[in-house]
């Protein structure tokens, strides 16, 4: 990284660090004392074949963590409510290796930049299969159709290699804050350790997009990876199908 | 006749000198067990003298393997004579198992915020390196980590636990001690950064399936991923590649640890370990290895051995 570069963006970084520490501290003191915030979509998810399977809210179950004085253990296998979430994390991951395939074939993207969108297009590829070991039947292996059009819209509007970045670049962000709140909710202790090995690459992903791109340092290294909904890619509106 | 074959005459004489070895042989086997067996005045010591022991070399060569097998066998399983010739060798003395320590979500909790602030004291020690961009890059990952052990202490309390407030003692004297004391170059102090940030994601990683409390992991990893950042930023400034395979990275002089760095002295330039942005598909909970002072480190994620109990 440029040096000049990392100077200037380390001035931005002090605000948004303190914003989202109390952001952070509010939303897990919420999460431990809110016994009415238990759901929240309040409904159902669809997946394959019309099935419904009810997606429970992050904070769902952890009213009475702050209180718990004895502990039982986690379920370790997927359980029926984490499968519409998994369902969804696999037509995500689907749905950014056709994203990197249409951003790789537009022309745009210098060579070594090719190879890094099709490394990264292989790590999700490879995210949605193991995904699709746990979920099962609910995996439905489609990709999520809504985030396709739109992030392909995007890409085949772009004018410049920064232009396809960014859009990476924003679908890596997006994707490691969803999968940061989906752990919130899944209740399964074998796809949370899934989930939790897959969310740093994202990351990860974002941080060498967000170098490139020479967006600030806020950018790349928050102090807190965002995990509230407005964050995430919201899986009631972008509905999985099969 | 070519060398392959046998004559006759010398299958015949093979075969005689086969019958009267044979026969020699059973004769005295069965004079053996007619001696132990049959006489009804031979006593069940007697019998298991003539079996088990006091046999005379002669004796012994004449009864023939059958019977050798048998006093193995039996010697085998027969009760030992303390006193006598059978030794004792990989008997193991009793031991008294170790208690099981069980841990609790504060308990992890606890030990997150003991390796935030031990990465506190590497930053601290890495400012006195350190100059320029880098300097100002670490004193903000610094303050990153005072969050996130603030963020931790806070969720001990909600548990009904007591915030464990210093660095982690075992991490501290196993690994942070002597790695710093290596530390003599703005490369040297990156390097232990690095490979410290990496194993701050790699715990949380490791703790969010012994998180009983899905919010919990949640809260883990918002912290975890913002140290994979960290790893992948300080990589990059290393210079790093991209997004190369793990099976890339060096084997000469790494070697994995439970709790402890291990050092291994470099012998060239070819040893440094490749400074990874993107270490492969999923993150692994593997060991970091970092070059400082020449030496090269391999440290792992917290086990429970360095756990805040």
């Known amino acids: ?242 | 006749m070519t060398g392959m074959e046998i004559s006759r005459d010398q299958v015949r004489r093979q075969r005689r000198a086969i019958d009267r070895a044979n026969d020699q042989a059973m004769r005295a086997t069965a004079h053996v067990m007619a001696a132990a067996f049959e006489d009804e005045r031979s006593s069940d010591d007697a019998r298991a003298r003539l079996v088990l022991g006091g046999l005379a070399r002669r004796r012994f060569l004449t009864i023939g393997g059958f019977s050798v097998a048998t006093a193995a066998l039996l010697a085998a399983c027969g009760a030992k004579d303390s006193a006598g010739g059978v030794p004792k060798e990989g008997e193991a003395p009793s031991t008294t198992a170790l208690a099981a320590r069980a841990y609790t979500d504060a308990i992890l909790l606890r030990t997150a915020a003991s390796l935030e602030r031990s990465a506190m004291a590497a930053y601290d020690a890495a400012l006195g390196v350190l100059t320029g961009a880098a300097r100002d890059v670490a004193a903000q990952f610094k303050v990153h980590h005072q969050a996130h052990a603030a963020a931790m202490d806070d969720q001990v309390r909600k548990l009904g636990g007591q915030p464990y407030t210093t660095s982690n003692p075992a991490f501290d004297e196993k690994v942070l001690k002597p790695a710093l004391a290596l530390v003599k170059t703005d490369k040297d102090a990156l390097q232990l950064a690095h490979a410290i940030e990496n194993v701050a994601a790699h715990t949380y990683q490791a703790f969010v399936p012994m998180l009983t409390v899905p919010a919990l992991r949640s809260a883990a990893m918002t912290i975890g991923s913002v140290e994979a950042r960290h790893a992948a930023l300080l990589a990059s400034v290393l210079g790093a590649a991209t997004a190369p395979s793990v099976a890339a990275l060096p084997a000469a002089g790494a070697t994995s640890t439970v709790a402890a760095a291990t050092t291994t002295t470099v012998a060239g330039a070819a040893a440094v370990p490749a400074m990874y942005v993107v270490p492969g598909s999923f993150e692994p909970l593997a060991a970091s290895t970092a070059l400082v002072g020449g030496e090269l480190l391999t440290i792992a994620p917290l086990g429970p051995n360095s756990y805040a109990y």
């Open chain 1, 1 to 242: 990284m440029d040096v000049t570069r990392l100077r200037r963006l380390l001035r931005e970084v002090d605000d948004e660090h303190r914003d989202t520490m109390q952001t952070v501290t509010d939303e897990l003191s919420a999460a431990a004392h809110a016994a009415s915030r238990r759901a929240f979509l309040g409904g159902s998810l669809a997946i394959g074949g019309g099935a419904a399977v009810a997606v429970l809210g992050p904070l769902a179950g952890v009213a009475a963590a702050a209180d718990a004085t004895t502990t039982t253990a986690a379920p370790k296998p997927p359980q029926a409510a984490d499968l519409a979430l998994l369902a969804f994390a696999q037509s995500l991951e689907l749905a950014a290796v056709q994203v990197y395939a249409a951003a790789a074939a537009t022309g745009k993207l210098a060579p070594e930049v090719v190879t890094v969108a099709n490394t990264f297009g292989r790590h999700h590829r490879e995210h949605a299969q193991a995904i699709a070991g746990l979920a099962g039947k609910a995996a439905t292996g489609v990709a999520n159709p809504k985030l396709v059009k739109e992030y392909g819209d995007k890409v085949a509007a772009a004018k410049s290699q920064a232009d396809v970045l960014t859009i990476a670049f924003q679908l890596e962000t997006a994707a490691a804050a969803t999968y940061a709140y989906a752990l919130s909710a899944i209740l399964g202790t074998n796809p949370a350790a899934t989930i939790a090995s897959i969310q740093p690459i994202e990351a990860r992903h974002a941080v060498v997009l967000g170098q490139v791109l020479g967006r600030p340092l806020i950018d790349l290294a928050p102090s807190f990876e965002p995990n509230a909904l407005r964050d995430a890619i919201d899986p009631t509106k972008y509905p999985v199908q099969g």
